[in-house]
């Protein structure tokens, strides 16, 4: 579905990441881990297509972002949901206003979706909490309404971006059974995190693979977590 081939990327005239090649098939489950500055974010940038690299390719469901115009890469980004790290809203609306945004914007609002976007707001635990305005959310809320906003659209994978960074662990272990049940619906998922506690307890529910960014590269994790 999201296929890196010698992937490079440089910024500010160095090297962040080198000579990636990766695959997310169908279905799979994936952490990213490696310290601050390594480069999480913008592997995930790049899996999307926000990013150019330097070198190499990027193929989303098989097609090369590099050869693609800009409504091109929009229509294939429309097929990857994202869960920021920064978790931004629209403070004038409220939650199920922000969350329904992706619908509106690719016109896609109807009747039909204000029934899933009741299905999905009682599903990430916000059906209280739809009217209510996003300054008003706690941090485990708005991660949660991040995550709807995410899948809003139904995509076929999923990256998230430390998603568990600001919240306690009990709610870290809530956003990771929504995830964990994505995967199960037949998602693909990829979770960049620096939390190995977190990774642990994937690995009980779960069959994830860890990536980690070493030296620039990415490499796949032994079960020594």
Known sequence: ?????????????????????????AGSFYFL???????KTTLLKLCYGALQPTAGD????????????RDGIAALRRRVGVVHQDCQFLDHLSVAENIALPLDVSGRASAAADGDLNELMAWVG??????ALPPELSGGERQRAALARAVIMS???VLADEPTGNVDWEMSQRLLRL???LNRMGKTVLIATHDLSLIRAAKTQVQARVLRISNRQVQLAGADL
Not at 2 to 20: C, F, H, P, R, T
Not at 33 to 39: D, E, H, K, L
């Open 155 to 157: 995509p076929d994978v």
């Open 33 to 39: 881990t490696g310290p601050s500055g390594a480069g």
């Open 179 to 181: 995830l964990v049940e």
């Open 126 to 131: 916000l059906t209280q909490r739809a009217e």
């Open 58 to 69: 990027v193929l989303l469901f098989g097609e090369d972002v590099a050869g693609l115009a």
């Open 1 to 25: 579905m999201i296929e890196l081939k010698n992937v490079a990327y440089s910024y500010g005239g160095g090297a962040l990441l080198s000579d990636i090649s990766l695959t997310l098939a």
